[in-house]
């Protein structure tokens, strides 16, 4: 399984992981409809939100909707889910935006990492 992997000291907050995320799965690059998330500067590090794919989250799901796929990562049935949001509330990984009835996830994809200029987001082969 692959995940992400992030070196805050090489990040530059330019946001093109966000903008590149938002694009290959929402079709627009608008950050905020981003599957990950970079965050400003805490002690002088941007900080990253990702999902690591470790599956605690598929149990809190009332529905059944949340589901390893073949590939390892975790990902959301939109089909199933009711936008209760209980995966939200469990891991701060999940992300909602008010055009969606569903949250996401990360799915470790690797578009990011590739739009990443500096090298800060990488792929990573876990197990």
Avoid: W
């Amino acid at each position: 399984m692959k995940i992400l992997q992030f070196n805050e000291s090489l990040c530059i907050g330019c946001h093109n992981c966000e903008e590149t995320c938002s694009k290959v799965y929402f079709k627009t690059e608008d950050i905020s409809k981003a599957r990950l998330r970079i965050t400003e500067k805490v002690d002088d590090f941007n900080r990253f939100k990702g999902c690591n794919q470790c599956g605690d989250c598929i149990d809190v799901c009332p529905e059944g909707a949340i589901y390893r796929m073949k590939n390892g990562a975790v990902t959301v049935d939109k089909k199933i889910c009711v936008g209760c949001m209980m995966c939200v509330a469990f891991c701060s990984d999940f992300h909602y935006h008010d055009d969606y009835v569903e949250p996401y996830k990360c799915l470790s994809c690797g578009a990011c990492s590739r739009s990443c200029p500096t090298g800060a987001l990488t792929m990573k082969v876990e197990g």
